[in-house]
């Protein structure tokens, strides 16, 4: 078992910056692939980025050149770094952990809360 716990959100203006981060807790966890995903109200939950285990990364198109996904696996922590941020990717933001570093959500077994990411313009 998996448990992860998402903070960081928060309201910030077009253009800003923010760091979401998902603590993990288990004793596997670091090992997992870790995603982050991202869905706003009437839309379909999209992937976002994720990381392997090892470090290696993946990021959805949209938000190449202007996320960075990281961990520090010493303290089970994923942090989602977003510069230039827009007011369409005002969302709630999920932390997933799976077992490949895949895009498809259904792909991840674990999945926090969630964090509140507001972009005004």
């Known amino acids: 078992q998996v448990q992860l716990v998402e903070s960081g959100g928060g309201l910030v203006q077009a253009g800003g910056s923010l760091r979401l981060s998902c603590a993990a807790s288990g004793r596997t966890a670091s090992t997992y692939v870790m995603g982050w995903f991202r869905q706003a109200p009437g839309k379909e939950r999209e992937f976002v980025a994720a990381?392997?285990?090892?470090?290696?990364?993946y990021y959805a198109d949209s938000v190449k050149g202007r996320f960075t996904i990281s961990r520090d696996n010493a303290k089970n922590t994923v942090y989602l770094q977003m510069n230039s941020l827009k007011p369409e990717e005002t969302a709630v933001y999920y932390c997933a952990a799976g077992t490949a570093l895949v895009t498809a959500a259904w792909r991840y077994n674990y999945w926090g809360q969630g964090t509140q990411v507001t972009v005004s313009s």
């Open positions: 990381i392997g285990w090892r470090g290696s990364t």
